[in-house]
């Protein structure tokens, strides 16, 4: 074999290993009592939770509170078993938070009653949603 062929084959193996130790780091969503748990077995790694933010009946979001210097702020936030969990974010509130439809927060409990989110990643409403329904009434 060409000393081009075998440095190839060993880029393309090199490849392969990432790729198999990069899908074991592949995280799923979990539930709030999930990351409560192996917070107290003492597994810090950052968990996936998905959930939507807490609303009143009128569908206003409520529990956002913006701390003094307005660089963090706390919000409530209901994963998908229902169960509601105040997260901190020591980041600005993002723009369009609370027109977002769902949430993922990546982070962990640092105590028992609050859940620390490190990032935070929200699906907002489709700037189509609206076009596709007046489309769906015609």
């Known amino acids: ?3 081009g062929h075998i440095i190839g084959l060993g880029i393309i193996g090199v490849a392969i290993m990432i790729i ?5 780091d592949a995280s799923t969503y ?5 990351a409560r748990i192996l917070a107290s077995n003492g597994d810090v790694k950052p ?3 998905v959930g939507e933010l807490k609303k009143n009946d009128a569908g ?3 529990g956002i509170e913006v701390g003094e210097d307005k660089t963090s702020f706390t919000f409530l936030m209901v994963d998908n078993d229902g169960t509601e969990q105040q997260v901190y974010y020591n980041e600005p ?9 769902q949430v993922v927060v ?6 028992e009653s609050i859940f620390v989110a490190e990032k935070i990643l929200m699906k907002c409403p489709s700037k189509y949603q609206e076009t596709d329904v007046q489309a769906a009434s015609m």
């Open 1 to 3: 074999m060409k000393k």
């Open 20 to 24: 198999i130790t990069s899908i074991g």
């Open 30 to 34: 979990e539930s709030f009592s999930t």
């Open 47 to 49: 968990i996936h939770v």
């Open 60 to 62: 206003k979001v409520v």
């Open 93 to 101: 509130v993002p723009a369009d938070f609370e027109r977002s439809e």
């Open 106 to 111: 990546i982070g962990s409990y640092k105590n």
